[in-house]
């Protein structure tokens, strides 16, 4: 059965420009019409509420924090997974990349092999239960060649779909300044994980971290394995043109958190797609002194903003960039939907637009822009109760549509020429 669902008054998000005060018609979970003013007898009313695509984050480490909350206190997985959709849905997120690591550490069990594997195989398994589209974005370190036959076993299986080529070895990347590091790790071991140590055991483990050998050619099996199955390739952390020209041959497209404006230059002017941290904007700095987003926004060489470990900094991020004068509201908004979209090969959502998902946010705005209700492929999956749900009702094929309202603005936006942003 034909379901039909007209959305009137909304401010419009559009990839080229604002509407004001328009319209969207559904059909079967899909965006049919866009309208450049008011329908009448409308399934809702927005009363201006402005209207966006779904948020797409494609890299997220939350779900990893959300299963070992603190030290030793291990949940389960599903439990984990089901309190972060909730909280994903309700930031607007609607398509997420959860990371999960592969690393070679015997420090933290939960970024183990084994632990990865079952937090993967668990979010296939619930994926047909979530609100929000979860997918894996696979962190397969550089330092752990052992891992990869586990990595592109999982690629073959459509369990991965997206693999980003990390490297936390100190003295380089996200690590340059090696005393940082040990400072930052000794203190994030003893507060976060329980475990005590001297800046001296520091030390040593940064020693022992920098003499494992990277077994480039494992790596460039995985990418290969990847590629054969369109998944796309980020590097995390480029700190350097020599390092981006380097993974770009190697096949990423994606340059993940570029430490240095040099590398950030460098990839973007390579082709590919840069992404920067979400809280990072809206902090305005690094917590790792390396590249703030926003004066890489302010180059021109963002692409892309992720949510890291904050969902929430998302949105909110997109709006301190508009409030800055950096960006103008749609393409603050592209930051994080129709960019990460394109990105990761989802042509069909991250814009409103005829023929795409009708994964929609729907924001009021204000000093701080807050999610009023959230819908996937048209159906509600969060609300905080001040949208009425009544109006969710679907119309059935063969029903009278309700009529434009009349004025000059009640026309199709498919044949209006693109006007100018606001």
């Known amino acids: 059965m034909v379901t039909v669902m007209w959305l009137s008054d909304f401010r419009l998000v559009l990839p080229d420009r604002v509407v004001p005060r328009g319209s969207l018609r559904l059909e079967n979970g899909h965006i049919a019409d866009v ?3 008011v329908v009448a007898q409308a399934d809702l009313d927005g009363h201006g509420l402005t209207l966006m695509p779904g948020i797409i984050d494609l890299h997220g480490d939350m779900l990893e924090r959300e299963i070992e909350p603190r030290p030793n206190a291990v949940l389960p997985i599903d439990v984990a997974l089901f309190e972060l959709d909730k909280r994903l849905v309700a930031t607007g997120v609607t398509t997420a990349f959860a990371a999960v690591s592969f690393h070679r550490t015997a420090k933290n069990p939960q970024r183990s092999v084994e632990s990865a594997q079952r937090v993967i195989h668990a979010v296939t398994q619930l994926r047909d239960t979530l609100l929000a589209e979860f ?3 696979a962190r397969f370190e550089v330092t752990n060649p052992a891992a990869a036959p586990v990595v592109t076993s999982l690629i073959d299986g459509d369990h991965i779909h997206l693999v980003s080529l990390t490297d936390h070895t100190p003295g380089q990347g996200q690590y340059r300044d090696i005393d940082l590091f040990v400072q930052t790790m000794t203190e994030w071991r003893k507060t976060r994980q329980g475990i005590e140590q001297t800046e ?7 020693e022992e971290a920098q003499a494992r050998p990277k077994r480039w050619d494992i790596v460039r099996d995985v990418v290969q394995a990847a590629l054969r ?10 700190d350097s043109p020599e390092k981006v020209e380097f993974v770009s041959g190697l096949g990423a497209t ?5 430490v240095s404006l040099d590398s950030a230059r460098a990839a973007k002017a390579r082709g590919l797609r840069v992404i920067m941290g979400a809280p990072n904007a809206l902090l305005g700095r690094s917590n790792t002194n390396n590249l703030a987003a926003l004066d890489a926004i ?13 969902p929430a900094s998302l949105l909110q991020a997109a709006h301190r960039i508009v409030n800055d004068g950096l960006l103008p509201w749609h393409e603050a908004v592209r930051l994080i939907t129709l960019n990460p979209a394109q990105a990761s090969g989802l042509t069909d959502r991250g814009s409103l637009e005829p023929g795409k998902r009708a994964d929609l946010v729907m924001v009021e705005m204000g000093d701080r822009p807050r999610v009023r209700a959230t819908l996937r492929r048209g159906e509600p999956v969060y ?4 949208i009425v749900a009544a109006p969710f009702a679907r ?3 063969g029903r009278r549509s309700p009529p434009y309202a009349p004025s000059e603005r009640g026309e199709s936006l498919a044949s209006v020429r693109a006007g100018s942003s606001s």
């Open 35 to 37: 309208v450049d003013g």
């Open 135 to 137: 997918r894996v974005h």
């Open 200 to 206: 001296a055991d520091m030390r040593r483990q940064v």
């Open 229 to 238: 199955r369109g998944v796309p390739i980020s590097s995390h952390d480029d």
């Open 254 to 258: 994606i340059s993940e958190f570029p």
């Open 298 to 310: 302010r180059d021109g060489v963002v692409d892309i903003l992720a949510a890291d470990y904050h």
């Open 383 to 386: 609300s905080d109760g001040t």
């Open 395 to 397: 119309r059935e094929a």
